[in-house]
């Protein structure tokens, strides 16, 4: 098929290139970001190729039907940023990559606990400096510590067998209760129950209409004071300004995230030379217990090497006329 990658940076074109060595498909690499102003590109090609942070609006679906686009293979596990109704309107299939590492995630998610909590970016720059004083970069042992888990699906089951190694208890609230994660001794609450009683609590549900702004003034007013909160999953389970007025009153005691709800005009571009325009990202970035990692969560050689496979593995499948069972529609019933 004629692929028309948008979005695509050189660790996409390598992964994506590799694997088309077993599929044949004929990919073409765009830079752009798939938008309303962009979607032109795709004219003439049966398949586009889309990340996370394209926009893929009811105007897009109906620019690519009408260039002759069949299939829109997404490089993403998430599909929130997706008007799937336009696109079955359109007679568009949409695929994605139900699980490429979880472990990617889970072990970005951890990795952000420890370093937003040990400090070590700022303990890192000070040495670097010259600067051997330890003021201000108290930490806390993990171990004993109650660590809340919002969604025990693939990535949170995993940071729960993670944190157990650490000798934390953990807590979890999902309306869908996980057997394997009870035989872990991990105890199911609701989420009033885990926001007031865990020390971390840390959000692996999908984005959805339910769960958009889960952390949001009424819920940050029920946390335990000084509670760190992590979020590797959307940006928009967070209301930001809320989070913000958390940490000026010491509600929030320590923030991580790799995702924000405003990120498309900001992660994976280099803004070095042109400043932040986000004034409330700006904000964000201002506090010393605040960390930010933008998107790279599941930016593993093990992970791109499986997304890569998975995407043209679904173009192959709709060229030869089969389900690859990754399709929206299925996947969204499996949850
Ligand atoms: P999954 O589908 O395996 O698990 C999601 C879990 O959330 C399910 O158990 C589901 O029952 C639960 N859930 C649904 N609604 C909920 C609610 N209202 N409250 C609590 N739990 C709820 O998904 P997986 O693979 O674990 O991924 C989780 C999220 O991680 C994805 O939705 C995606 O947004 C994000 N992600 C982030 C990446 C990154 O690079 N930062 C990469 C991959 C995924």
Not at 106 to 116: F, G, I, S, Y
């Amino acid at each position: 098929m004629r692929i028309a990658v948008f979005s695509s940076r050189g660790y996409d074109r390598r992964f994506l290139d590799e694997a088309n060595a077993r599929h044949g498909h004929e990919l073409t690499h765009l830079e752009a970001r798939l938008d309303a102003t962009t979607a032109q590109l795709a004219e003439g090609f049966e398949a586009v190729c889309a990340f996370v942070n394209d926009r893929l609006d009811a105007d897009v679906m109906s620019q690519l039907a009408a260039g002759g686009t069949r299939l829109l293979t997404l490089r993403s596990a998430g599909y929130n940023h997706v008007d799937l109704a336009a696109a079955r309107e359109h007679g568009l299939t949409v695929t994605r990559v139900p699980a490429y590492s979880p472990y990617a995630v889970a072990e970005h998610t951890v990795a952000l606990m420890l370093a937003v909590e040990r400090q070590i970016p700022r303990a890192a720059n000070r040495v670097r400096d010259g600067n051997f004083s330890l003021e201000g970069l108290l930490g806390f042992d993990l171990r004993n510590k109650r660590i809340g888990i919002v969604g025990t699906g693939r990535i949170g089951q995993i940071v729960a067998r993670i944190m157990r190694g650490f000798g934390c208890s953990i807590r979890a609230y999902d309306p869908v209760r996980n057997e394997d994660v009870r035989d872990l001794g991990v105890r199911y609450e609701d989420l009033d129950t885990l926001l007031a009683e865990c020390d971390v609590i840390t959000l692996h549900c999908p984005l959805t209409p339910d769960t958009h702004h889960l952390i949001d003034e009424d819920a940050l007013r029920k946390v335990k004071p000084g509670v760190m909160i992590v979020n590797t999953s959307r940006g928009a389970l967070i209301d930001t300004p809320a989070a913000i007025q958390a940490l000026k009153d010491g509600r929030i005691g320590h923030l991580a995230l790799d995702v924000y709800e405003e990120e498309g005009d900001l992660f994976f571009e280099d803004l070095s030379d042109t400043g932040i325009q986000d004034d409330v990202f700006a904000r964000l970035l201002t506090f010393p217990n605040v960390l930010i990692t933008a998107h790279q969560a599941f930016f593993t050689e093990e992970a791109l090497r499986n997304i890569a496979e998975t995407t043209l593995g679904n173009a192959t499948a709709f060229a030869e006329g089969r389900p690859s069972g990754n399709e929206l529609e299925f996947a969204s019933v499996r949850g």
